[in-house]
């Protein structure tokens, strides 16, 4: 049974997924303000955590960043009711792997934790083959799960690396919303969401760090392709 640590200081959205994820065969343990979620992330071991940004004594950004200075490997899914792109970015660079904002549909959380849990090895899934992919001047390795761009490593969370690793995958053909939710996501449906635009920006300006060239380019009405810039 793999266990889920919820931090949620709202009763009723903890009551919600809680009855949900219990029912779907979790064991949940609840905190409803980030020190004892923070406190219970360090003592005990988690499949995945989830966390509110908004808690009370320590907000969720900061829980996260403390867990990751600890757990570079436990899945974090951050769920509020913040949904700007700059939030967004935001929780993502505090070192969570995923974002999901309020309101949101049970079925739709469940995908996200479906993922997250299948990424970090829990569904016993085959190992990654040997692989490095190479494309202008950005070398991804799929084993090590490193990605260097001139040199310089860059630091991905799990769901930029799964997505940047879609694209190495796929040169030069454009993908749709759609292709990337069901690689990345784990989703065959359209979540009417922009989260897909969301994580593809906040690649590009990774990428564009190190790099002069835009290599992630957006094909009005279609998606995104990765080539070189002409």
């Not at 406190?39 to 005990?44: D, F, G, R, V």
């Not at 757990?71 to 700059?86: H, Q």
């Not at 593809?200 to 392709?225: A, C, E, F």
Request: net charge neutral.
């Amino acid at each position: 049974m793999k266990k889920i640590l919820l931090v949620e200081d709202d009763t009723r959205v903890c009551s919600f997924i809680n009855k949900g994820l219990t029912e779907n065969g979790f064991e949940v343990t609840v905190a409803m303000d980030g020190a004892m979620g923070l406190q219970l992330a360090l003592k005990s071991q988690f499949d995945l955590i989830i966390l509110d940004i908004m808690l009370p004594n320590i907000n969720g950004l900061e829980v996260c960043r403390k867990i990751r200075q600890e757990n570079t490997e436990v899945p974090i899914l951050f769920l509020s009711a913040m949904g700007s792109t700059e939030n967004v970015v935001i929780g993502l660079d505090s070192g969570a792997d995923d974002y999901l904002v309020k309101p949101f549909k049970f079925i739709e959380l469940q995908a996200r934790i479906k993922t997250l849990l299948r990424r970090g090895g829990k569904t016993g899934e085959p190992e990654q083959e040997n692989e490095v992919f190479k494309f202008a001047d950005l070398v991804l390795d799929n084993t090590e799960k490193t990605v260097f761009r001139n040199g310089n490593e860059l630091s991905l969370t799990s769901t930029e690396f799964r997505l940047l690793l879609m694209f190495m995958k796929n040169p030069r053909k454009v993908l749709s919303r759609v292709d990337m939710l069901h690689e990345v996501w784990g989703v065959n449906f359209d979540m009417g969401t922009n989260v897909v635009d969301v994580y593809v920006n906040y690649l590009r300006k990774k990428l564009d760090k190190y790099g002069s060239q835009k290599l992630i380019q957006t094909v009005i009405g279609m998606g995104y392709v990765l080539k070189e810039y002409q």
